[in-house]
Structures are given as structure tokens and as C-alpha cells.
């Protein structure tokens, strides 16, 4: 068994694999980490290893603690991915995205695609049917406009997510909402016809702390799977276990 860790910018994913099955899941803030993976290897003495992947401030330390009673893997620039970086700066993509790209790359063989991470940043990451990763994009997530139209202006509140009921606020907060929730719905939707008018064999998933909520919004309807990037992980690491 092993322990899948995803350190975010905001928060902390974790589940439990038993070979490719997914046995539990786990959110918790960064403070928490040692503690609440001590809980989880108690609750499953079967685990034997540890695979973190971290875009967080968190010190590998923590981690670490934890050597005495399993093995710890992490996720780095140096590890075996199974497609071919194009990116022109690799050592400055975030591991999370290289993650999700060599998930999408195991889970779709053959196929073009598209990943989108709604976090706290939305990524989009390309990889195409030759395994080759080209790059994407990076966004504000949902949270994050919130808190930059609060955080930069003097006279905007701060909200919290709420549906807009049309894309014609006729309030400022209303307008707040159309311009944070649609926006992004417009933003995903634009980047979906980009990329299907350019590949005709493509998948694309959506995944993320968001992922829900905006799927139901979408003009297109794709694939959801809010776990994608710890199932990502499990994968990258079988994968890194066979490659290295
Ligand atoms: N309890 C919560 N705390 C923070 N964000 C939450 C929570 N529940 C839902 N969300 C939504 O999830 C989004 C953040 O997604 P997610 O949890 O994937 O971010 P994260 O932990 O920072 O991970 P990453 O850095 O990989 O994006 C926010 O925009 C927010 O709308
Ligand atoms: C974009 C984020 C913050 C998303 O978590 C992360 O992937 C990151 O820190 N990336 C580094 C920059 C890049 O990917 O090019
Ligand atoms: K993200």
C-alpha cells in the first residue's frame, strides 16, 4: 500500500492506494501534515511507502520524520516521466503539473490532451499524441480572483463563491460573482475550442479543488475527476519505480 501526498498551494490531498485502487481520501491544512499522516499510517499499518508531490512551503523535514517506519519518494524534476519535456524552461514547471501531464499521459495513450487544474491557480497542460508535453497556461483560480479584486481595489468586498444567477450582475455583488465564475467558465471554454479545433483525437480532463462546480457550467461537457492528480501520482511513481 502506499500513501499518495499532494502538497498544494492552499492545502493538503492525500489517499491511500492499494495498486491502482484509490482506498481513501484526505484534505488537510499544511500545518497539520506530520500529524495527520501519523494518524493515517496508524489507521493502515500496510503502507510501506510515501510519494509526495509539492508546489507548497513545505519543508521536506516533515516528511522526513516519518523514514523510520516507511519509505519516502519525492517527486522531483529528476524522476522518470513518461513523456518528452518541451517546455523551454523544465526546471521551472511546477511539479504538479508534471505530475498531471504524465497521468494524462499513462491513463489516455495515443490520444492528444488536455489537463485543466482548477486550484488555486487553473493550470492547462498539453500533451500530444507522441507523448510530448508542449506547455499551457497559468490562471488566477476561483478563490484567488476573489480575493485580488478585494485585495486591489478599495471600494470591492471580499466574497465568497456564490453561482451567478446571469452573466448581467445588476449589483456589485452580483456583478462580482458573473465576472469571477463566468469569466473562468468563458476562460476554460475558449481554451476547450482552441484545443479541439487544433486535434481531432483528444481527451480532456478537469481537475482540481473546483473541478466540480465548473464542470457543471461548461459548454462542453468533459470528463471530472477532482482525484486526478493523486491518482497521477500513484501512477508516476509505479512508473518512476520501473524507469528509474
Ligand atoms: N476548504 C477549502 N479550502 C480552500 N479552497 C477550497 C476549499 N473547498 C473548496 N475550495 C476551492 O478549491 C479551490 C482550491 O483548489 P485546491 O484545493 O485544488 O487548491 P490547492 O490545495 O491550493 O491545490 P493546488 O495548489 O494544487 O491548486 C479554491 O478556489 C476554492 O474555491
Ligand atoms: C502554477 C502552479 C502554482 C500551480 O500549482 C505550480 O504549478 C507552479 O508553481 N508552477 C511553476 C511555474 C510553471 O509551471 O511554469
Ligand atoms: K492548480
Redesign the pocket.
Known amino acids: 500500500m502506499i500513501v499518495a501526498v499532494d502538497v ?2 492552499t492545502r493538503v490531498k492525500a489517499a491511500v492506494f492499494e495498486e491502482n485502487t484509490s482506498v481513501e481520501f484526505f484534505v488537510f491544512d499544511t500545518k497539520e501534515i506530520q500529524n495527520q499522516l501519523q494518524k493515517i499510517l496508524k489507521k493502515y499499518p500496510e503502507v510501506t511507502h510515501l510519494v509526495v508531490s509539492s ?1 507548497g512551503n513545505v519543508t521536506q523535514d516533515v516528511f522526513l520524520a516519518l523514514e523510520n517506519e516507511i519509505v519516502v519518494h519525492f517527486v522531483s524534476h529528476k524522476s522518470a516521466f513518461p513523456f518528452v519535456n518541451t517546455y523551454a ?1 523544465p526546471m ?3 511539479i ?2 508534471m505530475v498531471l501531464a504524465a497521468g494524462a499521459t499513462l491513463s489516455f495513450p495515443g490520444q492528444n490532451r488536455l489537463v485543466i487544474d482548477a ?3 487553473v ?1 492547462y497542460d498539453c500533451v500530444d499524441a507522441d507523448d510530448r508535453y508542449l506547455g499551457g497556461a ?1 490562471s488566477p483560480g476561483i478563490r484567488l480572483r476573489y480575493e485580488a479584486l478585494h485585495n486591489y481595489t478599495a471600494k470591492l468586498p471580499l466574497l465568497s463563491l456564490e453561482p451567478p444567477l446571469d452573466f448581467v450582475g445588476n449589483s456589485t455583488a452580483s456583478a462580482i460573482h458573473s465576472g469571477v465564475v463566468n469569466g473562468l467558465v468563458y476562460e476554460i471554454d475558449g481554451f476547450i475550442e482552441e484545443f479541439k479545433a487544433k486535434y481531432s483525437n483528444f481527451i480532456i480532463i478537469l481537475t482540481g479543488g473546483d473541478a466540480l462546480f465548473l464542470a457543471m457550467r461548461l459548454k462542453n461537457t468533459i470528463f471530472a475527476n477532482s482525484n486526478f492528480l493523486l491518482e497521477s501520482l500513484n501512477q508516476t511513481f509505479q512508473y518512476s519505480i520501473h524507469n528509474d
Open positions: 498544494g498551494n508546489v524552461t521551472t514547471l511546477g504538479d503539473r486550484g488555486t491557480c493550470t497559468i
